[in-house]
């Protein structure tokens, strides 16, 4: 870790002890939960049982007052070595039972050697310090920069069976310059959020009668097959055979997979003809079957099988976020059935089949090679192999990486692709699995040189990962301003009047002849109206049709985010938005 990430940290440390004085001196009655840091800022949870009422997102800024004043006295405060029997106690008197309960749990923890905590003190307030790195020391606390977010529920250490208590988020810097900077990158990313953005542009929609599930709305659904008009261009460059499982198989099958045994929780399952069925929240065992059906050669290895498979997971209601959390969404999806000897060349195929997606979109992007998880299928020995034959790819790619401890999936470690969007933020998207489990699992062979059986090795792999994630990326990595090859609407065509409509629609007609989507905007508006409406809609080209364009067979052409017109005959307009779109130029 960087000087600059340990004073970060400190600085999100030093926030969150203020704000748990604050609030208690604003709320008396509230007893304090936990605090933590989180990605670019810090947390404290809450029970506001004991008070009339829960602080609501436009009191913040009466908290973050209060901070500024301990902040102010932190030359008051003092810290306290205490055994953990006798801090129990004192918190126990307080009635702060969140705390005697953290005292309790750290007192079970085989790897905590120390029978002493740290205690933060002013006058009649404690706080218990069981952070490493904690307190900061009384100069940091006066001049660390800070602004409250938000305020939601948040079950007691992340788990669904407790208590819901109140969280409030903020984020800390070492400096108010850096404060600023961070406030005009957040307005930013509430400008390009893809939920606000999807309504506006109207790409898509959720309802009550199906949450967390995503309606796509025709413009949306045209950039989801752009999308995957884009894989499959990839899919038959690299030799892939596409294929459609069902979305319902028998419990059975999720049982011989392993999926039953570790993420049962997140399937949802059902009753056909007294069979217990599940609805497939991956495409893997379906793939497998397919192999499974007919006797393979190792001559007709690899064998690539390649779905846009709709699978579905339950989330928490609380988890969901648009479309980067849902509870289905389409995956695609790849299973590679390879012998030992094709391993390392087909990752290194996939590899590069992944770069040059992410390219095409101007991503760039980070590895993660992510090993063994806690709960995992397979022996150590499989385990190795399986790991070394990534690292061996990745090394022969001469890709940097870093090693994820323990993330990996529970039947074989991944290579995970983290791409940064034009904010700079970093979403999980491609994949690229080793599977020496599964097949066996399925019993799936093929014959050697020898006549003899052996079993595939598999790899899973996604480009994408989520078509919905990867499309909510993409609406706030370009603002709603989709490169025109990938915009629902390329071209807006305006009649000055309604004596140009008929002109404007046989235009629309040679546009959509040549692969052009276009549209006539007929609305009895004055066109300055029009013209602004286009340009909200974030459409890449206008195109204004009066008497003169009329009789000359022309069209005055607007580009996004140009001011300037420019009259183009009709083949000449067509030719070079056609080599845009051909180009895939982003």
Not at 232 to 247: A, D, I, M, S
Not at 456 to 461: K, N
Request: charged share 30%.
């Amino acid at each position: 870790m960087s000087k600059h990430e340990q004073r970060s940290e400190q600085a999100g440390r030093a926030a969150a002890l203020l704000l748990a004085e604050a609030v208690r001196r604003i709320y008396p009655e509230a007893k304090l939960g936990m605090g933590g840091l989180v990605n670019q800022g810090f947390y404290y949870d809450f029970d506001f049982s004991g008070e009339s009422s829960v602080p609501t997102s436009a009191e913040l800024a009466a908290i973050q007052e209060e901070m500024r004043s301990v902040a102010a006295e932190s030359s008051r405060r003092s810290v306290m070595r205490l055994s953990r029997a006798e801090a129990q106690r004192l918190f126990e008197e307080k009635g702060e039972l969140w705390k005697v309960e953290l005292l309790r749990e750290a007192d079970k923890d085989e790897d905590q050697d120390e029978d002493e905590v740290l205690l933060l003190k002013r006058d009649a307030y404690l706080d218990l310090l069981l952070e490493e790195g904690m307190p900061p020391n009384d100069a940091e606390s006066a001049e660390v920069s800070f602004r409250l977010l938000s305020v939601a529920g948040a079950y007691w250490q992340g788990d669904s069976g407790n208590a819901v208590l109140q969280r409030i988020y903020g984020v800390a810097f070492e400096s108010a310059e850096e404060l600023e900077s961070y406030l005009i990158w957040q307005e930013e990313a509430q400008q390009r959020d893809h939920r606000k953005l999807g309504k506006q542009l109207e790409l898509f929609m959720f309802a009550d009668e199906a949450t967390g599930m995503p309606f796509y709305l025709p413009k949306g659904t045209i950039l989801r097959n752009e999308l995957e008009r884009l894989a499959r261009e990839f899919l038959q460059k690299f030799g892939y055979e596409e294929v459609r499982t069902p979305f319902i198989m028998d419990r059975a099958m999720w049982e011989q997979s392993g999926h039953f045994e570790h993420y049962r929780e997140n399937m949802y399952f059902s009753e056909l003809d007294n069979t217990q069925v599940a609805v497939k929240p991956m495409n893997c065992p379906g793939h497998m079957l397919m192999f499974k059906r007919k006797r393979h050669s190792y001559k007709e290895l690899p064998i690539r099988y390649a779905e846009f498979g709709q699978v579905h997971r339950y989330e928490y209601s609380g988890a969901l976020n648009g479309l980067f959390r849902v509870r289905t969404f389409c995956q695609d999806d790849a299973h590679l059935f390879v012998r030992p000897d094709q391993v390392e060349e087909e990752i290194l195929r996939t590899i590069e089949l992944i770069q040059s997606v992410y390219e095409l979109f101007g991503f760039a992007y980070s590895l993660e090679l992510s090993t063994r998880p806690q709960h995992s299928m397979g022996s150590d020995e499989q385990w190795e192999l399986a790991e070394a034959g990534l690292r061996r790819a990745l090394e022969a790619a001469q890709a940097p990486y870093v090693v994820n401890a323990g993330d990996g999936a529970f039947y074989g470690p991944k290579i995970d692709f983290h791409i940064k969007d034009a904010l700079g933020r970093s979403h999980q998207c491609g994949t690229v699995q080793l599977d020496f489990q599964m097949p066996g699992k399925f019993g799936l062979s093929y014959i050697d040189e020898r006549n003899e059986k052996r079993t595939p090795i598999v790899i899973h792999r996604a480009v994408y990962g989520s078509i919905d994630r990867f499309l909510g990326i993409l609406i706030e990595h370009y603002a709603g301003a989709f490169p025109l090859w990938l915009a629902p609407v390329q071209v807006m065509l305006l009649p000055v009047a309604g004596a140009h409509e008929v002109y404007a629609s046989e235009l629309r007609e040679k546009l959509a002849a040549a692969g052009i989507r276009a549209e006539v905007d007929k609305r009895n508006e004055k066109l300055g109206y029009r013209m602004r409406e286009a340009g909200l809609a974030k459409i890449p080209f206008f195109a204004v049709v009066g008497d003169k364009e009329q009789a000359g067979g022309s069209l005055q052409v607007r580009e996004r985010g140009d001011k300037n017109q420019r009259e183009y005959d009709v083949e000449s307009f067509i030719a070079m938005a056609s080599e845009q779109v051909r180009g895939r130029r982003s």
